[in-house]
């Protein structure tokens, strides 16, 4: 089979980095990529899937390369150039990416993903936090959306107030970056929260749910 070439068209970087999996460990090692510069995709949370070029509830807890300035542009990339800084040592997916045949990232998509605990410390005091988390479940959220109606959306909206909540309480203990913050605990549950049948707004300063 002849070899595809890349266009570098920088399309597949501007829509989001990689998921990192357990063969790019050595990256982390050399610190070629750095905690700081990653986001954890919690299970559950919808999140852009680049293989199918959907959002989807991710399957596992996945890390992935973060965005530049809100967006999930990989901030590897550079833009003027339309280049990858660490083309070199980029991480499996994007040896894998080919725009013309999706199948050799498909193949490994959600499959050994690196998590957070794989590259923290045993002793990382953000672990009691994360631990914490586990109140706000993404799959008790795709539950309850299974039957929403207004009690259902209550419980919903409890658990994203309880998200900002317990991340403002980490990044204070902590004196966390926004970096940081990201990797620990990825993005607030209301930012990542989309249905069809629900309306979000902000009443002082805390989301509010809304059937349509
Ligand atoms: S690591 Fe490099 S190749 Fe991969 S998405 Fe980022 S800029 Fe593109």
Redesign the pocket.
């Known amino acids: 089979m002849p070899k595809i070439e890349c266009k570098r068209c ?1 399309t ?2 501007v829509k ?3 998921v990192l999996h357990v063969d790019d460990l050595p990256l982390l090692d050399k610190k070629i990529i750095q905690a700081r510069q990653l986001v954890v995709i919690r299970q559950g949370e919808p999140a852009y899937q680049p293989a199918s070029d959907s959002v989807e509830p991710a399957a596992c807890e996945m890390l992935k ?1 973060q965005g530049v300035a809100g967006s999930w542009q ?5 833009a003027a150039t339309k ?5 070199v040592n ?2 499996l ?2 040896r894998l ?1 080919q725009c013309q045949d999706p199948a050799p990232l498909l193949a490994v998509s959600g499959r050994d993903c690196l998590n957070r605990r794989d590259i923290m410390a045993q002793d990382d005091p953000a672990i009691p936090f994360i631990e914490a988390f586990t109140q706000c479940s993404w799959h008790t959220v795709h539950s309850l959306l299974e039957e929403l109606d207004a009690t259902t959306l209550l419980e919903i909206e409890k658990i994203i107030r309880t998200d900002l909540f317990l991340r403002e309480e980490a990044v204070h203990s902590l004196k966390l970056s926004l970096a940081q913050e990201l990797f620990y605990f990825g993005r607030p549950m209301f930012q990542a929260f989309c249905h069809a049948g629900v309306e979000l707004s902000f009443e002082r300063g805390m989301p509010r749910l809304h059937l349509r």
């Open positions: 920088g597949c970087c989001g980095g990689p390369v990989c901030l590897f990339f550079e280049s990858c800084t660490i083309h980029r991480p997916e994007c990416l």
